[in-house]
């Protein structure tokens, strides 16, 4: 039982290294935290755990072969690349309107998707979970029943939530304290960060093919 114990603080401590790091994620998160507050950010945080919880789903059935494919990786490149390329131009040009600033956001399908969407196409998204996350699952006693694997593996999910709630949170207070010019610059930076991420992701997508 304090084997288990152990292993839950892992896993949970392993969720939230892993959202830690400045990706995409956490950049639209901090964009929609500025632009809406609280509940816009933490949607987008939502819609990539759901993503999250895909990728787990798949392992557990068995189907990372397929997702290791060549032209599959292609293809989420591909779509990885104009998402982030759209989403960094269009979050560049928002900045420059005052008024977008200050507009709180009342959908919450579009941050929601956004972040399912994201962090299904981001390909180090599947590096993790088909890499590291299916290492981590080794540590787990082969007596263990599927159960407690699986319970385990939420643990991941509860660490990531919990980094995502800090993100959403610092945010919506942060927000508070800024004016408007400031919003604006920390907007357009994260869509500078966002068209960064897409040009890795091309550079990636060329190292694919051999010279």
């Keep these: 039982m304090n084997d288990i114990m152990i292993l839950s603080i892992h896993f949970v401590m392993l969720g939230i290294s892993l959202?830690?790091?400045?990706?995409?994620?956490?950049?639209?998160?901090?964009?929609h935290g500025l632009y809406g507050g609280f509940w816009p950010s933490w949607l987008v945080g939502i819609g990539?755990?759901?993503?999250?919880i895909l990728f787990m789903s798949f392992i557990?059935?068995?189907?990372?072969?397929f997702l290791h494919?060549?032209?599959i990786t292609i293809c989420m490149l591909l779509t990885g690349i104009i998402m982030l390329s759209y989403l960094g131009i269009s979050t560049i040009r928002s900045s420059v309107s005052l008024s977008l600033v200050k507009?709180?956001?009342?959908?919450?399908k579009k941050p929601f998707w956004t972040g399912f969407v994201i962090a299904v196409m981001n390909p180090y998204n599947l590096m993790f979970w088909f890499g590291v996350y299916g290492g981590s699952l080794q540590s787990i006693p082969s007596t263990s029943s599927n159960m407690i694997r699986i319970?385990?593996?939420?643990?991941i999910i509860v660490g990531i939530?919990?980094?995502n709630l800090n993100v959403a949170f610092t945010v919506?207070?942060?927000?508070?304290?800024?004016?408007?010019?400031t919003i604006r610059w920390l907007i357009r930076f994260a869509g500078i960060g966002l068209l960064a991420f897409s040009s890795f992701l091309t550079y990636k997508l060329f190292a694919l093919f051999p010279s």
Excluded at 48 to 52: E, H, L
Excluded at 60 to 65: K, N, W, Y
Excluded at 103 to 108: P, W
Aim: glycine fraction near 6%; include cysteine.
């Design 69 to 71: 494919d060549k032209w």
């Design 161 to 163: 939530i919990l980094w």
């Design 19 to 31: 959202a830690i790091p400045i990706g995409p994620i956490k950049l639209e998160m901090i964009k």
């Design 60 to 65: 557990f059935l068995g189907l990372s072969p």
């Design 103 to 108: 507009e709180n956001i009342t959908d919450v």
């Design 151 to 155: 319970g385990l593996s939420f643990c």
């Design 48 to 52: 990539a755990v759901c993503a999250d």
């Design 172 to 181: 919506h207070f942060f927000r508070t304290l800024i004016n408007d010019f």
